[in-house]
């Protein structure tokens, strides 16, 4: 049987020398097997204080964990390493990087949240985890579900944050269900996940709210300098594509 590993990570920072300082994950066997971790470890990196501002790890609080490699949580994440099986995350691109990083190399099939709820709720403003904690009700269910997992809810911490990722999941499921019926939810989350998203408004930027197409219409210039200046990710990188080439 097929294992699934919800994980998130806190950071030095988000930068190409950061590294890893905690890391939250939940192992998923069956629906009344999960295993829970929730690590914190030390880093030769120092921790940008960008970062504190969100996570509130300091360097006195890692000065005595172990490295990164040397925790349960990357021992558990390298053991299950098979296509086999599912890392999930929010936004994976980045957490992933930071696994390899510390020399992890992938075998495990891919599903990103992030993308999927992107495309599965094209018309929410927002799709970062927790906008959609509020958006979609799942704070609602957190609490009973944190009881039932023995986990407490701290604000922007890797095992709270993996707790509101297996709502989301749960959600992401029931749309798959209810927008691709008879379908194999896990096969749809992971084309989902491999399949950029057009996106039809900015959501930053002098036309923040406004429809992408009808500036590529209007002021091209501007597409093709946020194309050739910004720091775009995947989706904006393919959706300002269709409009310029």
């Excluded at 939940?26 to 009344?32: F, G, V």
């Excluded at 470890?41 to 204080?49: G, M, N, P, T």
């Excluded at 023995?150 to 269900?177: C, E, N």
Aim: aromatic share 10%; charged share 25%.
């Amino acid at each position: 049987m097929s294992k699934y590993i919800l994980f998130d990570t806190e950071t030095t920072g988000n930068q190409d020398d950061d590294r890893i300082i905690q890391i939250g994950a939940l192992l998923i066997h069956n629906r009344a097997n999960i295993e829970v971790f929730d690590e914190l470890c030390s880093s030769d990196v120092e921790i940008k204080l960008e970062a504190m501002e969100v996570h509130n790890i300091t360097p006195d609080i890692i000065a005595s964990k172990p490295k990164f490699i040397e925790t349960k949580s990357y021992n558990m994440i390298n053991k299950f390493n098979s296509s086999d099986n599912f890392l999930i995350a929010h936004n994976i691109s980045f957490d992933l990087g930071m696994l390899e990083k510390e020399g992890f190399e992938n075998s495990y099939t891919l599903i990103d949240t992030l993308r999927c709820a992107k495309h599965l709720l094209p018309d929410s403003p927002y799709h970062r985890l927790q906008y959609l904690r509020y958006s979609l009700g799942l704070f609602q269910k957190e609490q009973e579900e944190a009881q039932k997992l023995g986990i407490t809810i701290k604000a922007h911490d890797a095992i709270g944050d993996v707790l509101v990722m297996k709502l989301l999941l749960s959600k992401l499921s029931q749309l798959v269900r209810e927008q691709y019926p008879n379908s194999d939810i896990m096969e749809i989350l992971t084309h989902l996940t491999k399949t950029p998203v057009l996106m039809k408004t900015f959501k930053f930027g002098k036309y923040k709210g406004e429809n992408i197409e009808d500036i590529a219409n209007r002021d091209n210039g501007y597409i093709k300098w946020m194309y050739k200046n910004l720091e775009l990710d995947e989706d904006m990188k393919y959706t300002l594509e269709q409009y310029l080439y």
